[in-house]
Structures are given as C-alpha cells and as structure tokens.
C-alpha cells in the first residue's frame, strides 16, 4: 500500500471510503471528502486555527437543543438553507415561490374565522393581508389552508414574548370563491439572535444581521402542494441584504397606507391602516410529482 504524502492523502481518503453498499451514502461521503479536502488545501490552517474552528464547532452543537437550533441558524446565514429550499422546490413559473420557514413557526395555531384578528392587543400598525388561493390554471381553491406567524409590531415572536396564549399566528381559510381576508398587524425589520456562535462570528464581518419585515405563510390544500414562503414589505431596508437569502423578487409586497375609515374586512378604524394584496398560487400535488 501507498504511504501517506500530502500529495496522495486525499485519493488515499477517497479509496478507503468508497466501499459503501449504500449508493446514495457512498455519492455523499465521497464528495464530502473532496469539499472537505478542498477547503483545507485552499487554506492551509495552522493548528491553532483549526482547533479554533473545531471549538466553534463543538460550542455551535451544544448550544443546540429543540428551542435553540444554533446549527441551523448557520445554515441560514450561510445561505445553505436556502439552497437545501431551491432545490427541493423547482416550481414552474407562475408559481408562489417558496422561502425558509425559520425557527419561529409553532403547530396548531388557532383557526380565525375569514376577516379576523390574528392580533389581539398586539402592538403595530393595523394591516388587512387580502387575495386568493387559486391552482395554475387560474382555478380558486375553496378552504384552503393558509397558517400565518410573523412579529408584532416590536419586532417580537410568540417564543420570545413567552405569552401563555397564542400570538401573531392564527389559520385562516380561503372561501368558495378562493379568496381570504384576515387582519394582523405590520411586521418589522429584526436581528437574528447575536448571542450565540453564529452571532459571534457575523459580528467579526460587515455582514447584516438583519431580517426585513416579513409575515409567514404556510398554504396548503388537499391535492396541491404546500407552500412555505414569507411576504416581504416592499421598501424595507433590508431587502436586498437578508441576513439568510430568503428574499424573491415576486415576494415584495406593497403595504399600501390607508387613511381611517372602511377597512376589506369591512371593519372601520379610526385609524390609518396598511393593505396588503397578494394571490397564492398553487402547484397541483400531482403534476409537482411528475415533474420530480
Ligand atoms: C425567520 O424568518 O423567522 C428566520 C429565518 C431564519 C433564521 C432566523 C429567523
Ligand atoms: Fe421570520
């Protein structure tokens, strides 16, 4: 056998790990090896350095758990998660593209009748999200799923605001005609949490650590495709430098400022409000299989 040299270490590797019987785990490890063996020739740590990225590493996993996904986050900021989302969703053109769906997201919201309140007592801007769930072809889809969470008005999740009751989430649901109406209140721009490894390491760039002010949906129907997505408020300034890539043009959405008076839910305010339109567009389940 061959004696190792910097020269033939990586081939040597590659030969060791190629008897995998399982095909798709032996096509993973091996261009693991190369990327890996690749990074580290490109540059040349010392030791010091690379017990350094080991520590980071290693405080990176501990720091994750089930409420505290810091492992994640470093995919994010990466842009990895985004890349993991592209290529799992090749939708056809038309379609409601999709976006990460964060850390923030929790099951079983309360369902809120058409044109209701997702947030109760909650700070912020007062904001009708309006439009209609349809197929490709042009077809409404009748109830229609569509699982909302976002910040208040303060920039704040339900898990960080560590309220007992539900808040800023709720499932609404399309009617016969396909169309939903809810009220919310705006979202706003906020930071990816800066007290961890992730943090730490962004901090020694010049790279935001901002997110733009964005509602999440999750919209689902019984024979299409669910999409997990977010609306972005158009003007936001940090659009064009989301901390975790998840920004896609069709995506920007206007908030248009209403003076007070006859809100789309038929409510009246006494105050000025924000509109939002936007149409989903769904891709049949069917046809998503077909295509893959
Ligand atoms: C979010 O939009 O909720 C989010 C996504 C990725 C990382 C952090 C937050
Ligand atoms: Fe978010």
Do not use: C
Request: glycine share 8%; no cysteine; charged share 20%.
């Amino acid at each position: 056998m061959a004696y190792v040299t910097e020269e033939n270490l990586t081939d040597l590797v590659l030969k060791r790990w190629q008897d995998i019987p399982d095909p798709r785990l032996k096509k993973v490890m091996q261009s693991l090896i190369k990327h890996l063996h690749g990074f580290v020739r490109d540059i040349e740590p010392t030791n010091a350095e690379w017990f350094t990225a080991i520590d980071w590493i290693t405080r990176t996993g501990k720091m994750s758990d089930n409420k505290r996904q810091e492992v994640i986050l470093f995919s994010d900021v990466m842009g990895v998660s985004m890349l993991v989302d592209a290529i799992n969703n090749r939708l056809p053109s038309g379609a409601t593209p999709t976006t990460v769906e964060g850390p923030f997201h929790i099951a079983d919201a309360p369902e809120i009748a058409h044109g209701g309140n997702m947030a109760k007592g909650a700070p912020g801007i007062p904001t009708f999200v309006t439009g209609t769930v349809r197929g490709l072809d042009g077809k409404p889809i009748a109830n229609a799923t569509l699982d909302l969470w976002q910040t208040d008005g303060e920039g704040l999740y339900e898990s960080q605001k560590g309220t007992e009751e539900p808040w800023m989430r709720g499932i609404f649901r399309s009617q016969a005609d396909g169309s939903y109406v809810l009220r919310t209140v705006a979202p706003i721009a906020y930071t990816i949490p800066m007290d961890g490894t992730v943090g730490e390491l962004v901090a020694k760039t010049n790279v935001s650590h901002m997110r733009p002010a964005h509602i999440h949906f999750a919209v689902s129907a019984a024979g299409y495709r669910t999409v997990t997505t977010h609306l972005f408020q158009k003007g936001d300034q940090y659009i064009e430098t989301d901390v975790v890539y998840g920004v896609k043009e069709p995506l920007i959405t206007e908030f248009k400022k209403m003076p007070p008076g006859k809100a789309p839910n038929g409510e009246t305010l006494k105050e000025p409000f924000y509109v939002v339109h936007y149409d989903f567009v769904l891709q049949q389940a069917a046809k998503a299989q077909a295509a893959a």
